[in-house]
């Protein structure tokens, strides 16, 4: 198995352009997330889907940032302006089920600089 | 407030030697909790987890963790730490009554391993 593939793994933008960060969870898996990573905050949830339907979006930042998953195997997350406040590691992760108790398997991240 | 804590930021031990990162969480229902291990440049893998049974949870690369109820604590252990054991561990909590796998996680434990 593949596991979560993300692309790129690196990103270096300038203040005010548009970055997408891309997603490929598991295959057979239904629900996705994406974190991001920072020193000042840890991980924290951005959004999460359960069968392409965004549940929960309350840990977006603000309107810069929007995800999309158009299909089961493929989500984005764009980030438009960016900022240098948005520098991180983002995470995908995905799981075959709902449950509270169900494995999320994470991929390797994008880390994101925005100069 | 709802919280994970890690009160350990860094911990060195001898190769060889015991290991134990602690864990602690504050929420009224016992939620289900994970260990999480992130190696430099890596995305998060599961160590193990605990919903319910048996308190004392068998995870793998030697990993094990107890679920305390009385302390509100699931610490991690393993009995002879490797130098490829170097790495961020994260504790982390689904609250059992999200409804959804809403990952909190703590702010993490770096362990070094001396020679």
């Known amino acids: 198995d593949a596991g979560v593939i993300q692309s790129p793994r690196h990103e270096v933008t300038e203040m005010g352009q548009e970055v997408t960060l891309r997603c490929k969870p598991i295959?057979?898996?239904?629900?996705l997330f994406w974190y991001r990573q920072t020193m000042m905050r840890g991980l924290e949830l951005l959004i999460y889907f359960n069968n392409n339907v965004p549940i929960d979006d309350s840990g977006m930042p603000e309107d810069r940032f929007s995800a999309k998953m158009p299909n089961a195997s493929f989500s984005t997350l764009k980030i438009q302006p960016s900022e240098p406040r948005d520098s991180a590691v983002y995470f995908c992760?995905?799981?075959?089920?709902?449950?509270?108790?169900?494995?999320?398997?994470f991929g390797p991240g994008t880390r994101l600089t925005v100069l | 407030a709802q919280s994970v804590t890690q009160p350990d930021i860094h911990i060195t031990v001898s190769e060889g030697a015991s290991l134990e990162l602690r864990c602690n969480y504050s929420?009224?229902?016992?939620?289900?909790l994970f260990w999480y291990v992130q190696s430099p440049g890596q995305g998060l893998q599961l160590l193990l987890k605990?919903?319910?049974?048996?308190?004392l949870v068998q995870g793998i690369k030697g990993f094990e963790a107890e679920f305390k109820r009385s302390q509100s604590s699931f610490n991690l252990r393993k009995p002879s730490v490797h130098w490829s054991d170097a790495a961020e561990y994260f504790c982390a909590v689904v609250p059992s009554n999200t409804g959804f796998q809403k990952l909190v996680f703590g702010t993490g434990t770096r362990l070094l391993v001396s020679p």
């Open positions: 929420y009224g229902a016992t939620p289900y």
């Open positions: 605990y919903f319910s049974g048996d308190t």
């Open positions: 992760a995905s799981s075959g089920g709902v449950r509270g108790a169900d494995t999320q398997y």
């Open positions: 295959s057979g898996h239904n629900s």
